[in-house]
T-cell receptor, first 115, second 112 residues
Framework: DTGVSQNPRHKITKRGQNVTFRCDPI?????LYWYRQTLGQGPEFLTY????????KSRLLSDRFSAERPKGSFSTLEIQRTEQGDSAMYLC?????????????FGSGTRLTVV | AQSVTQLDSQVPVFEEAPVELRCNYS??????LFWYVQYPNQGLQLLLK??????LVKGINGFEAEFNKSQTSFHLRKPSVHISDTAEYFC??????????FGKGTRLSVIA
């Protein structure tokens, strides 16, 4: 297992375009988390899944943000009608069900630049 | 709800000197505490964690942290730093079954 994989590593898009990021978790991890990290800040929680069920989505920044995890494996995070303020690093992490005990394994992130 | 305050945004220190990175947390329930390290253009890597038991926790790369319930602190220490320790360090807290909440981070700069 090569850990948590995120693609693409970098994405540059024009304002108003839609973007989608993918996260492949560690195969035996049933929890998957999305965080956003802006420059000089810590990771900010967005949403998480247990298997295919999205357990928390109230922290998604607006209705332009959505996430899916079909079949409980990989996950996608979509941002519609991107704005310059969406420029950030988007981090994905996965864990076993007791993630608060074992800790999370993070991917390397997708850096989004909206121009 | 839980929150974390990292008291120093930047900490410069000379190579082979000791360092302490401070973290205070707030929670109405029992907590689990973590320190993560982030190198440039990389994700976060777990350094150490406190779940219960001994208040002194040892982690990777020679780091350790001490849980102090009365002061609601979880400070990270290393007796002798190396150039390779230059990175961003994040303290995080989880209460019960909630996702990790991170502090804003402390940038450790080790000077040769």
């Amino acid at each position: 297992d090569t850990g948590v994989s995120q693609n693409p590593r970098h994405k540059i898009t024009k304002r108003g375009q839609n973007v989608t990021f993918r996260c492949d978790p560690i195969s035996e991890h049933n929890r998957l988390y999305w965080y956003r990290q802006t420059l000089g800040q810590g990771p900010e929680f967005l949403t998480y899944f247990q298997n295919e069920a999205q357990l928390e989505k109230s922290r998604l920044l607006s209705d332009r943000f959505s996430a899916e995890r079909p079949k409980g494996s990989f996950s996608t995070l979509e941002i519609q009608r991107t704005e310059q303020g969406d420029s950030a690093m988007y981090l994905c992490a996965s864990s076993l069900a007791q993630g608060q005990i074992y800790g999370y394994t993070f991917g390397s992130g997708t850096r989004l630049t909206v121009v | 709800a839980q929150s974390v305050t990292q008291l120093d945004s930047q900490v410069p220190v000379f190579e082979e000197a000791p360092v302490e990175l401070r973290c205070n947390y707030s929670s109405s329930v029992s907590v689990y505490l973590f320190w993560y390290v982030q190198y440039p253009n990389q994700g976060l890597q777990l350094l150490l964690k406190y779940l219960s038991g001994s208040t002194l926790v040892k982690g990777i790369n020679g780091f350790e942290a001490e849980f102090n319930k009365s002061q609601t602190s979880f400070h990270l220490r290393k007796p002798s730093v190396h150039i390779s320790d230059t990175a961003e360090y994040f303290c995080a807290v989880s209460g019960g079954n909630t996702p990790l909440v991170f502090g804003k981070g402390t940038r450790l700069s080790v000077i040769a």
